[in-house]
């Protein structure tokens, strides 16, 4: 399978404790993005790496929130100290650069915050 | 940032029957996609749209960048296009901005 992978696809854990969820990229792709999507909402933006720089960062990453994608292949997201309003659907995207940037998604990581 | 406005935002059709669904946006972009979202929440790409007119089966999508608007089109509904779906644009290059989305429900 060549598409974005992500994991694990479902969490629960118990307010306070600290979560890393992971997203493998299409290969080849130099633009990964995260996005947040609440139930009955459209996904918004988190973060994107072009490669392992991360270029932008959305208000809606508190200082709990942090990504990494330390050789330019997959990334990680953290979230520590986690709270209730954190429960959501973890969404990550890869395109192949920033002329064609068609966005392809994975499956998501489904967080339950206790 | 940049404002998308789906429409309807919930749609209820017979099998067989035909939709359009519109998204506007309030700046020019360089990306537009469509996607159709599953019932396990997985994003399926339909379009790669920022203008002109695709087809790909029994759907089709418009886009007319000068006008802020694209219409996804929907011909012959089967019950297995339920779900939601969703207008997304890149602004500056970048991020996504996505629509809130429209619900389809469609009947056997």
């Known amino acids: 399978d060549t598409g974005v992978s992500q994991n694990p696809r479902h969490k629960i854990t118990k307010r306070g404790q600290n979560v890393t969820f992971r997203c493998d990229p299409i290969?080849?792709?130099?633009?990964l993005y995260w996005y947040r999507q609440t139930l009955g909402q459209g996904p918004e933006f988190l973060t994107y790496f072009q490669n392992e720089a991360q270029l932008e960062k959305s208000r809606l990453l508190s200082d709990r929130f942090s990504a990494e994608r330390p050789k330019g292949s997959f990334s990680t997201l953290e979230i520590q100290r986690t709270e209730q309003g954190d429960s959501a659907m973890y969404l990550c995207?890869?395109?192949?650069?920033?002329?064609?940037?068609?966005?392809?998604f994975g499956p998501g990581t489904r967080l339950t915050v206790l | 940032g940049i404002q998308v406005e789906q429409s309807p935002p919930d749609l209820i059709l017979q099998e067989g029957a035909n939709s359009t669904l519109r998204c506007n946006f309030s700046d020019s972009v360089n990306n537009l996609q469509w996607f159709h979202q599953n019932p396990w929440g997985q994003l399926i790409n339909l379009f790669y749209?920022?203008?002109g007119t695709k087809q790909n089966g029994r759907l089709s999508a418009t886009t007319v960048a000068t006008e802020r608007y694209s219409l996804l089109y929907i011909s012959s509904s089967q019950t297995t296009d339920s779900g939601v779906y969703f207008c997304a644009v890149v602004y500056n290059f970048n991020k996504f901005y996505f629509g809130s989305g429209t619900k389809l429900n469609v009947k056997p």
């Open positions: 749209i920022p203008s």
């Open positions: 995207a890869s395109s192949l650069s920033v002329s064609y940037n068609e966005q392809f």
């Open positions: 290969s080849e792709h130099n633009r």
